[in-house]
């Protein structure tokens, strides 16, 4: 009578593993469809590669954009001498003078040179924050119209992600799309207008 009952038992639980499974088997087959669908949606990537820097190294726009602004420093770096010359003469003629004026006139002269020394450094300071929002400003109207090369030359190529050449340490050279984005930036966009920053000096004064 035990023996019936066990091997009862044991039959009982294989059909119920047998069952179990059986269960469990529309499951994991609809999970592995929809891992296969999953994956035919996302293709595989086809990557092209760009040299970010080489361009904006070498294309005609963005070296125009290097000449006006190396205009504006050579300019402002003359000023600058200029103003330090007359300051450090202005600043030997007040130690100079020191002996025949007053304490309290000496002074009220030394605030007032530090007065104009701090001006003339705030000047100074203004100028470069302003060219150089002026030669950031030119870049990103070449980085736009990178973007929009970068895309037509993908949608020709099948390309389906486009990453820079900076975020790479291996790859095909086959993938690297520099150089047709390069001539065709040239050809697009072969100079930029650099916005003048002596317009945004004006602008701050006012």
Known sequence: ?????????????????????????????????????????????????LDLQLILQNSLAAQGVRLERDKFVNKYQKEVTDMETQLRAEDQELAGQRNLMSQEVFQQRAQEFQQKMAEFQAVVRDKQQNLERAFQQAMVQIQQELFLIARDIAQEREVNVVTYRSQLMIFDPAMDITQPALRMLDERLPEVEFPDPEAANEDSAD
């Open 1 to 49: 009578m035990n023996i019936k009952f066990l091997v009862h038992v044991r039959r009982v639980s294989a059909m119920a593993a047998v069952a179990t499974a059986l269960a469990f088997l529309p499951t994991n087959m609809a999970f592995a469809v929809e891992q296969l669908a999953q994956a035919q949606a996302h293709p595989a990537p086809t990557i092209g590669v």
